[in-house]
C-alpha cells in the first residue's frame, strides 16, 4: 500500500484544544451589542383551531421591541422535501402538536420576552387528538393536513424480483413483526441562533445546524431575501446525529424580527423545546416475511412498515424510503417487495436521526435472520457468510457495492470476540449475538431536485507562503471533519496538517450539503482533494516556469518540492524568499526547497493562489420510483458481536462485551474511526435498551428530560474492541467512505441476537427494559 | 432584590449584585463571560455545567449564585496555565476523548477533580465518577482511557 505522510494516522483534532480549554464557542455562547432574545409562544393543545390571537397586551409590555405570528411572518410553506413543504414558521389557523409555534417576542432580556410570550391570549377550538397510526388512518378520522385525508403523508410500493413466485422455491417461510419506539436526538447542546440583518439588508445568521445550504435556502425562500444576501455561519456545535439537519422554525423567526427591529437576535431551545422540535427517529412498525431455502439460500423478503411521522414531514419521505430500501444489502437477496406508508399523527414532527430509516429495520430483520438460522440448524455467523455479498455484487434495487469488506467484518469479529468458543457454550443468562449492516456513504442525490455540486472546496494559500487556508461549507459537528479534511488537503497538498487552517461551515465558503447521511468523508473530501491538487499543481507551474524543470519532475511531500531528478540549483528563489522577508526569524536554509518559499515565488508570480474542487456523484444505479434515496457513491458495512447478562430475577441486561468491525474504506483518521464507532454503538445501546419519548393522553411529551429520557451513561456502556476493515472504495477520497452512522445498525440486533442466547425470548418491541424482558421472560417459563 | 455576593472564580476575586433567582451558571457565564462552562439541560440532568466548587464537582444550573457566596470555583477556564495545557485536557486531545466538545468542560473537571482525590483510580471508579456527565458522542471509552492515561501520566 502506498505509504501517506497525514493520512491513515492517529493525528489529534484540529479543533480539540479549543474544546478541551472551554475556548471553542457554541452558538448559545454568541452575543452581539443590542441584542434582543427571543421566546417562542408554543401550542399547549395537540390539535386545534386557532380562532383567534391577541397580541395587545404583550406589545405593551416594557422591553418588548417585535411580536410575531403567522400575520407577520406570512405564509409560505417550507420543510425538507419540496414535494412536502408543509410546515409555516407559525401556525396561520391551526396547530397540530402541543409545541406548535403560535407566536414570537423579541425583546430586552429573557424574562421580559418570556414574559411578554405570556401575554398573548390565543382562542383554541380543540379537535380531536390522534396519538396514533391506528387512529390516524381510521374511516373518517379528522384530516391533520387538508391536503391529505386519510392521513398518510407518503406511501411506497416497490417490488424487485417477484417475491410471491421466489417464496414457492423456499424451504423456510416466517413472518414476524417488529416495533421501536420514539427516539430522541439525546445531542448535549440544544438549539440556539443568533441573526443579525444590516442596513444594507445583509442578513447574517449563526445558528446550531448540520447544513448551513439548507438553512440559508429556506430562510431565503421564507423570508423573500435574495439568498446573496442570505449567510448562514456554523460556530461549533455540539452534536447533530440528524435532528439539526434542517431549517427550524426558530431560525427563521430570529431573523425575521431582526429584519423588523434592526437588532440582533438570539434564540435558545430549552431542553423541553429540543423534545417538542424532535426530528428525530420515528417509530417504525415492520412486518417481514422472509422465505429461505434449505441449504441456507435467502431467496425472498417482504416487508410492510407504517411509520408513526407525527404532525410534519420533515426528512420523513427519505425516511420511508430507506427503511425498505436499505435491506437489499449486505446479503444477496434477489427478490424483494416494501410497501410503507408514513402516517400523520399529533406528535412532534420525526425527521432523520444516525442510520436513517434503517435502524429498526435492521433489527427487526437480523433478529429474524437468526431465528431462520436456529430453524435451519446453522452458525448464525456461517448462515450469514453463505449469503454475503462481496465487491462488485449489484443489489436487486440497483445498489452498486464497489467496495464491501462485509466478509472481512464478520470473520473479524467471529475470531475477535471468541464466537466459536462461547456460542451455545455460555451459562444460563448469559448470551451472545451477532448481526450485520450497511448504509450510504452520503445520499447521491440534493434533497432538492438540482444539477448543484454536493460540495466545493477552496484553498487559499496566504501570500508569504505561510499558510494553507481551506475553505469549505462542510459542517463539522462533532464527527471530525474538519480535521479530516484537513488531513485531505495537507496530504493532497503536500503539507502538514499544523499547516492547513480549516475554515468551514459558512455559506460565504461555497457550496456544501453538510452532514448528514455520512457524506462529509467521501464528498467534502473529494472536493477539498480536487482543491489541493489544483493548488499543487499552480504552484509547481510557477516554479517549473522559474526553474525550467517539467512539473512531472516534480512533487510536493512534507512540505519541501521534491525533486526527481535531483534537486537544481534553486539559490536564486532562496534570495528572492529571503529578500521578500528581511529581517524575518526563520528563514528557509538547508539543502531542500520548501513548500513556504515555492508558495511565495507562486504568488509573487502569478498573484493570489486559489486552488478549487467541486464534487458531485456520477451516475448512479436505479432507474425506478424511489431510487434517488438509498442510491450512494458507495456503502459501508460492518458487522458486531455482543455478550450479554441478563439478570434472571429482574430482567436487567447489561451489555458485558462488544466487538465491533466495520468497513471504512479507508481509514483518514484512526482515531476518529474508532470514536464514531464507539459513540454509535452507544447510541445504539441506548434505543435498545432504554430510549423512548412518552406521550400523554393529551399529546404532551411526558419524558422531556435527559433524567426520565435515558441516554447511556459511562455506567451502561461497557469498553468496545474496535476492528477497522479497509476495503479501498475507488469512489471514494483516498478510498475512503462513510463510518459515522453506518456503525450503529448492527448494535440493536447484535443485543437481541445475544438476550435470545441467554434467555431463549424474541423481542418484537424495543426498548427491552427490564420489565418488558422480565415479563417475556415470565410467559415462557409458564408455557 | 439582588444581593451583593463575594467569591472567588478561577483564584480572581469577584464582588457583584446578583437577583436571588439566578444560577450559577447564569452568574458564570452571563455577568463573568465564562462560557466555557455549558448548559445542555438546566435541570441537573446531563453535567454539562460542572464546576468545582470548594473541591467539589457540581451541577451549576442547580445552585443558586446566591448559594456560592464566599465559596472557590474553578470553571474549565481555570484548568489550563496560559498555553500548557492539564494533564487530563492533554491525553483528551491526544486520545480522542473529545467530538463535539459540548460534554467536555464538565467531564475534564470531573476527571481533573477525581484524579485530586484518588490519583489511581480504577476503570469502575473512573465511570462512576463520570457517570453524570453524559456524553452522546463518544460512548465513553476514549474518555475513560484518557483519564487512565492522564492518572499515569501525573503520577510520574
Ligand atoms: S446543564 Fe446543569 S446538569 Fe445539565
Ligand atoms: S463529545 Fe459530544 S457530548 Fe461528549
Redesign the pocket.
Known amino acids: 500500500m502506498k505509504a501517506y505522510n497525514v493520512i491513515n494516522t492517529r493525528l489529534p483534532r484540529v479543533d480539540a484544544k479549543a474544546k478541551a480549554t472551554g475556548d471553542a464557542r457554541y452558538a448559545a455562547d454568541l452575543a452581539m451589542p443590542n441584542m434582543l432574545y427571543g421566546a417562542f409562544l408554543q401550542s399547549p393543545f395537540a390539535h386545534a383551531k386557532i380562532l383567534n390571537i391577541d397580541t395587545t397586551a404583550a406589545k405593551k409590555l416594557p422591553g418588548v421591541r417585535d411580536v410575531v405570528t403567522a400575520k407577520e411572518a406570512g405564509l409560505v410553506k417550507y420543510g425538507v422535501s419540496p414535494a412536502r413543504y408543509d410546515e409555516q414558521v407559525f401556525c396561520p389557523d391551526k396547530v397540530r402538536y402541543v409545541g406548535d409555534e403560535v407566536a414570537a417576542v423579541a425583546a430586552d432580556d429573557l424574562e421580559t420576552a418570556m414574559e411578554a410570550v405570556s401575554l398573548i391570549k390565543v382562542d383554541y377550538e380543540e379537535l380531536p387528538v390522534l396519538l396514533d397510526i391506528e387512529s390516524a388512518m381510521k374511516e373518517g378520522a379528522i384530516a391533520i393536513h387538508d391536503d391529505f385525508p386519510g392521513n398518510i403523508g407518503a406511501e411506497v410500493h416497490q417490488e424487485f424480483g417477484n417475491f410471491e413466485e421466489a417464496l414457492k422455491e423456499c424451504d423456510i417461510v416466517r413472518t414476524d413483526r417488529f416495533v421501536n419506539k420514539r427516539q430522541d436526538g439525546g445531542f448535549l447542546e440544544p438549539q440556539a441562533c443568533l441573526a443579525h440583518y444590516d442596513l444594507n439588508g445583509n442578513l447574517t445568521l449563526w445558528t446550531s445546524t448540520q447544513s448551513v445550504h439548507y438553512v440559508q435556502r429556506s430562510v431565503s425562500m421564507v423570508l423573500g431575501i435574495p439568498i446573496g444576501k442570505v449567510r448562514v455561519i456554523k460556530p461549533y456545535v455540539g452534536g447533530g446525529f440528524g435532528p439539526k439537519a434542517a431549517v427550524n422554525a426558530m431560525e427563521i423567526a430570529a431573523c425575521l424580527m431582526s429584519r423588523r427591529t434592526g437588532r440582533p437576535v438570539k434564540m435558545v431551545f430549552s431542553r423541553e423545546q429540543v423534545f417538542l422540535h424532535s426530528r428525530a427517529r420515528h417509530q417504525f412498525f415492520h412486518e417481514l416475511t422472509t422465505g429461505v431455502k434449505k441449504d441456507g439460500t435467502i431467496v425472498a423478503l417482504k416487508n410492510t412498515c407504517y411509520l408513526d411521522g407525527g404532525a410534519y414531514s420533515s426528512f420523513g419521505i427519505a425516511t420511508i424510503y430507506y427503511a425498505g430500501s436499505l435491506l437489499g444489502a449486505p446479503y444477496k437477496l434477489p427478490n424483494m417487495k416494501y410497501d410503507g406508508y408514513r402516517v400523520y399523527t399529533n406528535k412532534p414532527t420525526c425527521g432523520a436521526q444516525r442510520g436513517h430509516g434503517g435502524v429498526a429495520a435492521r433489527a427487526a430483520w437480523e433478529q429474524q435472520l437468526d431465528s431462520i438460522a436456529a430453524e435451519l440448524n446453522m452458525d448464525p455467523v456461517e448462515f450469514r457468510l453463505k449469503n454475503i455479498m462481496k465487491t462488485g455484487d449489484v443489489t436487486c434495487n440497483d445498489f452498486n457495492m464497489s467496495s464491501l469488506g462485509m466478509k472481512e467484518c464478520l470473520e473479524a469479529v467471529r475470531d475477535g470476540s471468541g464466537w466459536s468458543t462461547k456460542k451455545g457454550k455460555l451459562p444460563a443468562g448469559k448470551g451472545i449475538g451477532v448481526a450485520c449492516g450497511f448504509f450510504v456513504s452520503g445520499a447521491g442525490y440534493p434533497i432538492y431536485r438540482s444539477e448543484t455540486f454536493h460540495s466545493t472546496a477552496t484553498i487559499r494559500l496566504s501570500e508569504d507562503g505561510g499558510a494553507v487556508n481551506l475553505y469549505t461549507a462542510a459542517a463539522e459537528i462533532g464527527q471530525g471533519s474538519d480535521t479530516i479534511l484537513g488531513q485531505i488537503a495537507a496530504e493532497a497538498l503536500g503539507v502538514s496538517l499544523d499547516d492547513v487552517k480549516v475554515h468551514s461551515g459558512d455559506t460565504d465558503f461555497g457550496v456544501d450539503l453538510g452532514a448528514y447521511s455520512s457524506r462529509q468523508t467521501l464528498m467534502s473530501g473529494h472536493a477539498v482533494k480536487a482543491a489541493a491538487e489544483d493548488t499543487k499543481r499552480q504552484v509547481l507551474e510557477a516554479l517549473s516556469e522559474k526553474l525550467n524543470i517539467s512539473i512531472a519532475d516534480m512533487d510536493i511531500a512534507k512540505g519541501v518540492v521534491v525533486f526527481k531528478n535531483g534537486n537544481p540549483d534553486f539559490s536564486q528563489l532562496r534570495t528572492a524568499y529571503i529578500k521578500e522577508h528581511r529581517g524575518w526569524e526563520d528563514l528557509p536554509s538547508g539543502g531542500e526547497l520548501t513548500f513556504r518559499e515555492a508558495a511565495r515565488i507562486a504568488f509573487l508570480t502569478r498573484g493570489v493562489i486559489i486552488g478549487n474542487g467541486a464534487y458531485k456523484p456520477g451516475e448512479l444505479g436505479g432507474k425506478y420510483k424511489g431510487a434517488a434515496v438509498g442510491t450512494s457513491p458507495a456503502y459501508g458495512c460492518s458487522a458486531q458481536v455482543v455478550e450479554v447478562t441478563v439478570d434472571m430475577e429482574t430482567g436487567k441486561v447489561t451489555v458485558d462485551d462488544m466487538t465491533d468491525a466495520h468497513d471504512c474504506g479507508f481509514a483518514i483518521n484512526r482515531t476518529n474511526v474508532e470514536g464514531q464507532m464507539q459513540g454509535s454503538l452507544s447510541m445504539g445501546l441506548g434505543e435498545a435498551l432504554f430510549e423512548e419519548v412518552r406521550f400523554d393522553e393529551k399529546g404532551r411529551v411526558a419524558n422531556p428530560s435527559?433524567g426520565e429520557y435515558r441516554i447511556p451513561t459511562a455506567l451502561d456502556m461497557p469498553n468496545v474492541r474496535t476492528i477497522i476493515v479497509e476495503s479501498d472504495e475507488p469512489n471514494g477520497p483516498f478510498g475512503a467512505k462513510e463510518v459515522g452512522e453506518g456503525a450503529i445498525m448492527p448494535t440493536i440486533p447484535a443485543i437481541l441476537n445475544a438476550i435470545h442466547d441467554a434467555v431463549g425470548v424474541r423481542i418484537d418491541e424495543l426498548p427491552i427494559t427490564s420489565e418488558r424482558l422480565y415479563a417475556l421472560m415470565k410467559g415462557k417459563r409458564r408455557k | 432584590m439582588k444581593k451583593l455576593i463575594t467569591f472567588r472564580v478561577n483564584d480572581r476575586e469577584y464582588e457583584i449584585a446578583v437577583a436571588p433567582n439566578r444560577t450559577l451558571?447564569q452568574v458564570l457565564r452571563e455577568d463573568l463571560n465564562l462560557l466555557g462552562t455549558?448548559?445542555?439541560?438546566?435541570?441537573?440532568?446531563?453535567?454539562?455545567?460542572t464546576v468545582i466548587v470548594d473541591g467539589k464537582p457540581v451541577?451549576?444550573?442547580?445552585v443558586l449564585a446566591v448559594q456560592a457566596d464566599g465559596s472557590d470555583i474553578t470553571t474549565i477556564e481555570g484548568v489550563a496555565r496560559g498555553d500548557s495545557l492539564h494533564t487530563v485536557q492533554q491525553t483528551f486531545v491526544e486520545m480522542g476523548a473529545i467530538q463535539c466538545g459540548f460534554c467536555t468542560p464538565g467531564m475534564v473537571l470531573s476527571a481533573t477533580s477525581l484524579l485530586d482525590k484518588n490519583p489511581r483510580p480504577t476503570e469502575r471508579e473512573v465511570r462512576e465518577a463520570i457517570s453524570g456527565n453524559l456524553c452522546r458522542c463518544t460512548g465513553y471509552q476514549k474518555i475513560v482511557e484518557a483519564v487512565q492515561e492522564a492518572s499515569r501520566r501525573m503520577k510520574k
Open positions: 435527559l | 451558571t455549558k448548559e445542555g439541560c438546566g435541570v441537573g440532568d446531563c453535567g454539562a455545567c451541577n451549576s444550573c442547580l
